[in-house]
């Protein structure tokens, strides 16, 4: 076993003497293909050196697993969590036969000024640099698959709605189109043509007016109707609608009556219909357009696309945007804002801030499942724009809050660990600001503070 030893990288350097004292305190263990020699979150219980097959290091990150590396023959795994004192932070299971060579953790205390615990610190740091950025560069992939996921949530329905209203205009105007020419074989006057025609530029010129209430609604059709039946109106069902949500009474049924020939009323009742959908047609496009390109420009503004790094920007701007992303999330959640508007602009990684605020947002989310009210305070002071971000949530354990800032711990079952990480490095050693929270049951508080004026 010591020649076999002395072919392992980690152990060439080692005197003849000491090498057999450390083989004294390890022992042999031998795992079949899909075994595992450790979860994430057990206890440390020593390192393990592969002598020969393969470890898969895995570890499970928004309900999916991860590979993080796979070590063959020479190399060692474990001696992070030996090293720190902290629970493992992944898990290792073997993708073939292997044989491993195991040291308990008091073996490392033995052998601190060795060359064994200078190589294990060495490599320690190393897996923690590419630990810690595989795993962020999978937390960037997740969030951008969110952003996508609530821009595409929040885009289908104004698109679907174009996508109908598309589909049904050319009908409309096939039998407004008809109903026109009907028109003139009633023989109107051109007062009575332009009485319509007039009629039909204010409905279209018109802004919509304000939806009635369900109970006045109701009423006003139910009158239209009872007009309409009494005056043998065909398809009344449909014109009594159609007259209701635009505000137009039987006042403006009297006046037309008054002032068209009986027969010609029902095709100037139907064509009138027409138009008021068509009108309902053109404005569902306006309004869907509408919010297609705000959603557009909110993601423009969240990213700050085709814009230098570093912006002079109003914060709230930012914070607006990032809410704006996120709106298919908010569900029952009241948003109250109380922002100091004298606030100056400051110069900031404004994306990487947006970053900040999407993080922090996420978190009160998720702390509110069933509804709440998700405040968002600014302040000026100090030469610091301070925004304190407070929810009505389930808090943070009292006995884990010294550690939420840590790289890879969570609260949540399906949690990375990153997001607060990356949130106070972007504030604290991105912009030398600062990130500070108190939280208890129904009540957390997140303040940033970042400077007015950035030191470069």
């Not at 609608?241 to 635009?246: I, N, R």
């Not at 002079?312 to 908010?330: F, Q, W």
Request: glycine letters at 6%.
């Amino acid at each position: 076993m010591l020649e076999r030893l002395r072919q392992i990288p980690l152990f060439a350097q080692f005197p003849q003497q000491e090498l057999e004292i450390l083989l004294k305190q390890s022992q042999i263990l031998d795992l079949a293909a899909g075994e595992f020699i450790f979860h994430d979150g057990d206890a440390p219980t020593g390192f393990f050196v592969i002598l020969s097959g393969e470890l898969e290091i895995s570890k499970v990150l928004g309900g999916q697993t991860i590979i993080l590396a796979n070590e063959g023959t020479g190399s060692f795994v474990g001696e992070i969590s030996i090293l720190t004192g902290q629970r493992r932070t992944a898990s290792a299971r073997a993708t073939t036969d292997t044989q491993l060579l195991e040291f308990h953790a008091q073996v490392v205390e033995s052998v601190r000024s060795t060359p064994l615990a200078e190589l294990l610190l060495s490599k320690m740091a190393q897996r923690l640099r590419d630990t810690e950025a595989h795993i962020s560069q999978q937390e960037k992939l997740s969030a951008l698959g969110k952003l996508a996921a609530g821009l595409a949530h929040e885009l289908n329905n104004p698109a679907s709605a174009n996508v109908r209203a598309a589909r049904q205009i050319p009908g409309m105007l096939s039998d407004l189109q008809r109903l026109s020419f009907s028109l003139h074989d009633y023989g109107l006057t051109a007062e009575q043509i332009a009485l319509l025609d007039d009629l039909g530029q204010q409905l279209i010129m018109q802004p919509a007016p304000e939806p009635l209430s369900a109970l006045a609604l109701n009423d006003q059709e139910a009158k239209l109707l009872d007009w309409l039946d009494d005056h043998h109106i065909a398809n009344s069902w449909k014109i009594a609608p159609a007259l209701a949500a635009e505000r137009l009474g039987v006042d403006v049924l009297e006046m037309l009556a008054a002032k068209l020939p009986a027969e010609a009323l029902p095709a100037a009742l139907h064509w009138i219909e027409n138009t008021l959908t068509m009108i309902g047609l053109a404005r569902t496009v306006a309004q869907s357009a509408t919010r297609i390109s705000e959603m557009i420009q909110a993601v423009k503004a969240y990213t700050y696309m085709d814009e230098a790094p570093i912006q002079n920007v109003d914060i709230h701007d930012g914070i607006e945007s990032t809410l704006a992303v996120l709106t298919h999330r908010l569900g029952k959640i009241t948003i109250q804002r109380a922002y100091d508007r004298t606030c100056p602009k400051i110069s900031v990684y404004a994306s990487e801030v947006n970053e900040v605020w999407t993080k922090l947002f996420e978190n009160a989310i998720d702390a509110m499942p069933d509804g709440g009210t998700l405040t968002i305070q600014s302040e000026c002071s100090d030469n610091y724009v301070y925004i304190e971000i407070i929810d009505t949530g389930r808090g943070v354990p009292a006995e884990v809050q010294s550690r939420i800032f840590e790289p890879f711990f969570s609260t949540k079952p399906m949690g990375t660990g990153l997001g607060l990480d990356i949130a106070r490095r972007i504030v604290v050693d991105r912009h030398h600001g600062s990130l500070r929270f108190t939280s208890k049951q129904g009540d957390t508080h997140f303040i940033i503070a970042l400077p007015l004026v950035m030191e470069t």
